[in-house]
């Protein structure tokens, strides 16, 4: 049989609902549904209330030792993630901004930024990493409007533009 579904959950019922109804991500609701569903004393174990909830024990497990150590807000809080990419190195980095900033030689398309770092690098990066990437640190967009065609020719714009 699993562990016990009991805690000591210092907050009320009332508290517990009015914080959930503030959470704005699915992962903060399920928190606070787990210790909605444990002071009620809704289900017998903890496996049931995980299951109900649909995450893993362990995960359970870890968000109630978060709250007995260090409470609701340490419960509610997510770190960032913010790691540095094993793949994308500086190196690459720099020859990325070079290229998505330059006016005469743009990527036609994030294929081709996976292509070009292929080729240039010799680094076999997957089209979502590199997608994802270009968005995160240029903020690119997916076909952005340009005030010129980049192969446009300014002679023969002069030219049409004299034509009478």
Do not use: C
């Not at 992962?27 to 299951?51: P, W």
């Not at 076909?143 to 030219?159: F, G, I, L, N, T």
């Amino acid at each position: 049989m699993g562990k016990i579904a009991h805690l000591d959950i210092s907050e009320s019922l009332t508290e517990l609902k009015s914080l959930l109804s503030r959470q704005k991500t699915l992962k903060g609701e399920k928190r606070v549904k787990s210790l909605i569903y444990i002071k009620m004393d809704k289900f017998k174990t903890r496996q049931e209330v995980s299951d109900f909830l649909g995450i893993h024990i362990r995960t359970l497990e870890r968000w109630l030792n978060n709250y007995k150590s260090a409470g609701i807000n340490e419960l509610l809080y997510d770190k960032p993630k913010n790691k540095k990419s094993k793949i994308i190195t500086s190196e690459i980095h720099q020859g990325l901004a070079q290229r998505v900033n330059d006016p005469h030689n743009p990527f036609l398309g994030y294929w081709d930024a996976q292509i070009w770092v292929n080729e240039k690098y010799g680094v076999d990066v997957k089209y979502q990493r590199i997608r994802e990437y270009l968005k995160q640190h240029f903020k690119t967009k997916f076909k952005v409007p340009r005030k010129s065609h980049y192969k446009k020719d300014k002679e023969a714009e002069k030219a049409f533009l004299k034509t009478p």
